[in-house]
């Protein structure tokens, strides 16, 4: 399975990690960290907009948040996704 990151533990970042899924699966979105109980609905809903919006349909997510504000979260995002689809180093 393959796998790719984007970001950083730092404080105000976050780093995302993604992992292709079965097709079929869906998109699973896996989310931790320091404001994650707090702003767990609108992290989720941010990161489904940016996959939807990358057209990718079966795709693991895991977030390790520390604060990131919402485009740095969406940035991750998109970042490791390009990573992950050979569209980005």
């Given at each position: 399975?393959?796998?790719?990151?984007?970001?950083?533990?730092?404080?105000?970042?976050?780093?995302?990690?993604?992992?292709?899924?079965?097709?079929?699966?869906?998109?699973?979105?896996?989310?931790?960290?320091?404001?994650?109980?707090?702003?767990?609905?609108?992290?989720?809903?941010?990161?489904a907009e940016?996959?939807?919006?990358?057209?990718?349909?079966?795709?693991?997510?895991?977030?390790?948040?520390?604060?990131?504000?919402?485009?740095?979260?969406?940035?991750?995002?998109?970042?490791?996704?390009?990573?992950?689809?050979?569209?980005?180093?």
């Open positions: 399975m393959n796998t790719a990151q984007a970001g950083t533990l730092e404080s105000m970042d976050c780093l995302v990690t993604v992992s292709e899924a079965a097709p079929g699966t869906g998109v699973k979105i896996q989310i931790a960290g320091s404001s994650a109980s707090r702003f767990r609905t609108a992290m989720e809903k941010k990161a940016v996959i939807a919006s990358m057209g990718v349909k079966d795709i693991e997510l895991s977030i390790q948040d520390n604060g990131a504000l919402d485009i740095v979260l969406g940035a991750r995002i998109e970042a490791a996704v390009k990573r992950l689809i050979g569209g980005g180093r």
